[in-house]
């Protein structure tokens, strides 16, 4: 999971300019890294919970799945990120396992670590304009485009690591959107206007507001909120991906205990065995 590491506790809603000033010092340069080591947590100890501050989902969200589904899947992700390159394919595996029955959805909002730390390193320089594409492929081509151009977009890009530092080259953006039956022309007009900068951000704005702090995030939304004894075996699933230093659980779980924060990129087997969970209950 790649992270923002937070230098102050922040409280309440942001606005977008508001965050977007904080964001510089929050993200103390967005990288791999190991907190330092803090109280050890007993074995059985509960994770952390988080307030219900998500914005809601209505139909400007990009799914795959039924829009009614009983569990929805809200990924905050990042197409520089190479851990969201990878949960990126987790997810295209469990909607091809879940999303034909109708009760499993998946929804995509952007969390772009382009903004710099306070030394004025930039982590992922390309993430905002990769971010804008996706947003002119779906209003140009509607739903099914945004994701055929997304889908593509997470195949062709070199995320950005130490032996690929400048991630996927701009220019190859409008080939994308040429292969997934985009006019090229209408879609170069959309980026270079900057015409979804502002929603982008709001979408990042969003996700520090919920507490996500690195790439990707996932929030699970349920119609219901599940009982405490749910709750003992999602402990269970999620126990061996403790943090082996501090603890700590890669989830939260709201306060009404109808959503569940899922941090970095979980392997499948977690993921199915959260859903499969969901659904005795």
Same mark, same amino acid.
């Given at each position: ?5 937070e230098?102050?506790?922040m409280?309440g ?6 965050a977007?000033?904080?964001?510089g010092?929050?993200?103390?340069i ?17 994770a952390d919970?988080?307030e219900?501050k998500?914005?809601?989902? +209505?139909? /400007? ?5 039924? $829009? #009614?589904?009983?569990? &929805?899947i809200? !990924?905050?992700s ?14 295209r595996?469990?909607?091809s ?19 710099p730390?306070?030394?004025?390193n ?9 971010a ?10 509607g739903?099914e ?15 950005? +690591?130490? /032996?690929?530092?400048?991630?996927l080259d $701009? #220019?190859?953006?409008? &080939?994308i959107? !040429? ?6 022309t209408?879609?170069?007009n ?10 982008v951000?709001?979408?990042f ?9 690195g ?11 599940f ?25 939260k779980i709201?306060?009404?205990?109808k ?6 990129a ?8 959260t ?7």
């Open positions: 999971m790649e992270s923002t590491q230098t102050r506790k409280s809603g942001l606005n977008i300019p508001t977007i000033v904080i964001a010092a929050i993200i103390a967005a990288v791999i890294y190991t907190k330092a080591p803090s109280v050890q947590k007993p074995p059985n100890q509960q919970t988080f219900q998500m914005k809601p989902i +209505t139909d /400007a969200d990009y799914i795959i799945g039924n $829009p #009614k589904a009983k569990i &929805k809200v !990924e905050y990042d197409a520089s990120c190479p851990y969201c390159k990878v949960f990126h394919n987790t997810m595996k469990v909607m396992d879940y999303g034909t029955s109708g009760n499993v959805a998946w929804l995509y909002r952007h969390y772009t670590l382009d903004k730390d306070p030394n004025g930039i982590l992922h320089p390309n993430a905002g304009r990769e804008q594409a996706m947003e002119c492929a779906g209003s140009l081509g739903n485009k945004f994701w055929t151009f997304t889908n593509r977009l997470y195949e062709v890009t070199p995320s950005v +690591t130490g /032996a690929t530092p400048n991630g $701009p #220019k190859e953006l409008p &080939k959107a !040429e292969f997934s039956g985009i006019n090229v209408d879609f170069n959309c980026l270079s206007t900057s015409k979804f900068k502002e929603k951000e709001a979408d704005v969003d996700g520090v507001n919920i507490g996500i702090n790439t990707p995030s996932s929030i699970i939304v349920l119609e219901k909120a009982p405490a004894s749910v709750k003992e075996k999602l402990m269970q699933i999620y126990d061996p991906y403790k943090n082996p230093q501090t603890g700590e659980y890669p989830i709201s306060s009404d205990s959503m569940v924060l899922l941090g970095g979980m392997p499948i087997e977690a993921v199915k065995a859903i499969d969970l969901f659904f005795t209950y």
